[in-house]
């Protein structure tokens, strides 16, 4: 999975050295009582360089597939309950998370490009292959291969060349 994004995430190295702390972080998180006892100093030093005083809040417990993108960071927030899957690129200031308290969340496919300052919010399903543009407010299903962007959002199917 780290090679999958190191691969994503040639020429951004700030990018790459924050999903590689990620990774480590979400394996000692995913690996019961006995990986988060071991992995606790690590687990600390990543909340707090990157979601206290970076302001990249992604929860290690958020389930993420391999070749994740992110650029610049400062403003991300993603809810630990996400599901984001494989190839998927998210900017700074985006929050993808709960419409309402204890509500459920989003479910984001391969190959999304999310855009800055983008929300995704409450229990929708992003297809895959979508393109989210900047500034973007999402709270419904979107299908998978299509352009979103605007507020209230636009739906564009993208050609399949």
């Not at 992003?126 to 900047?134: E, L, M, P, Q, T």
Request: hydrophobic share 45%; glycine share 14%.
């Amino acid at each position: 999975m780290i090679k999958r994004d190191f691969i994503a995430n040639r020429g951004n190295l700030k990018g790459f050295i924050f999903v590689f702390f990620f990774r480590v972080s979400h394996f000692f998180q995913d690996h019961g009582a006995l990986g988060k006892i071991v992995g606790l100093p690590f687990r600390v030093f990543y909340k707090i360089v990157f979601r206290w005083i970076l302001c990249i809040d992604i929860p290690d417990s958020t389930k993420i597939g391999e070749g994740l993108m992110v650029f610049h960071g400062m403003g991300l927030v993603v809810h630990g309950n996400c599901k984001i899957g494989n190839n998927v690129v998210i900017r700074h200031n985006t929050t993808i998370g709960q419409k309402k308290a204890n509500g459920a969340v989003p479910v984001i496919g391969n190959g999304v490009d999310i855009g800055a300052h983008s929300i995704i919010l409450g229990d929708i399903e992003i297809g895959d292959n979508c393109v989210i543009g900047a500034g973007t407010f999402v709270d419904k299903n979107i299908p998978a291969n299509c352009l979103v962007y605007g507020s209230p959002f636009v739906i564009k199917k993208l050609s399949n060349n």
